[in-house]
């Protein structure tokens, strides 16, 4: 009776587990969709390099998706039970509510062991190989990875903001860069607009700034410097890649728990960076 029994919920909650993970993925695909179509459609991205780069979010999406769908899967069938009687039915036939269980425990074994592996194995995967065909693309495209309103620190001691980009990407407006490749002085740089120079064969970005402002502060604070100017040229250096060029330096997000925890092992300093591997360790 037990195993009629215990297949008959389980058959339940797989059929009701299947369409929330469907729905709850499909939910948290649409943000990651809209924003790479515009790859395709503005940057000229080949739909084949979308598709990978939406198979390298799902680890990311299933991490969450799983244990909704999970508990979604359990709850429904149960008040399913309920609401037609059956618990009431089976009780009557000398079965407890405790004996109900495996069932809800099995699957949810099922979705953790798979969501642990997720988090700590595949989401960092998916992070690192996705950051790789975005700096490749970098490469090709240089101008594909500069989106408006947010701040871009994939150059080595440069922070860019652009306030708008137009729809061949070459031309930004309202443009801000923090220079910290320097040890000895700090540069703010803020421009009206920008343009993109090279093409992604070269090894570095050029921005062709106009109409600015570019002010110099010692580390020390002791002196500052305000330059004036109508278009100065600005060269930020793109990642390397490949056997010859080095590999990218993975982020917190793209280690997985042996790496990060070494990373932490061999802290030098304790400070905010220190805290965000720690932290992103106690998530994983």
């Not at 940057?43 to 780069?53: D, T």
């Not at 620190?153 to 137009?166: A, C, E, Q």
């Not at 040229?233 to 793209?254: R, V």
Request: glycine residues 8%; hydrophobic residues 45%.
């Amino acid at each position: 009776m037990f195993r009629i029994t215990y297949r008959y919920i389980l058959k339940e909650m797989l059929l009701i587990f299947a369409i929330s993970l469907l729905t709850f993925t499909f939910v948290l695909l649409v943000a990651k969709i809209f924003t790479l179509t515009d790859l395709v459609v503005n940057k000229g991205v080949s739909p084949g390099i979308l598709v990978r780069l939406i198979g390298y979010k799902l680890p990311y999406i299933l991490v969450y998706a799983f244990p909704m769908s999970t508990l979604m899967a359990v709850l429904i069938t149960f008040l399913r039970l309920s609401g037609d009687s059956e618990i009431t039915a089976l009780k009557a036939c000398g079965v407890s509510l405790y004996q109900l269980l495996p069932p809800a425990l099995v699957l949810s074994t099922i979705a953790s062991l798979f969501t642990g592996y997720m988090a700590v194995y595949a989401m960092p995967e998916g992070n690192r190989a996705f950051k790789e065909i975005v700096y490749r693309l970098g490469r090709q495209k240089a101008y594909v990875g500069i989106r408006p309103r947010i701040f871009n620190d994939d150059f080595k001691g440069l922070v860019l903001y652009v306030n708008n980009v137009d729809t061949s990407g070459r031309e930004l407006g309202g443009v801000f860069i923090s220079d910290e490749r320097d040890p000895r002085l700090s540069h703010a740089i803020v421009a009206r607009k920008a343009i993109v120079l090279g093409d992604g064969r070269q090894k570095a970005l050029g921005l062709r700034l106009i109409d600015g402002e570019i002010h110099y502060d010692s580390k020390d604070l002791k002196s500052s410097d305000t330059v004036r100017f109508k278009t100065y040229e600005l060269t930020l250096n793109l990642p390397q890649l490949g056997k010859h060029g080095g590999a990218i330096e993975p982020g917190n997000s793209e280690m997985g728990l042996k790496q990060l925890w070494q990373k932490i092992r061999t802290a030098e300093v304790k400070d905010a960076k220190y805290n965000v591997m720690v932290m992103e360790l106690q998530e994983k």
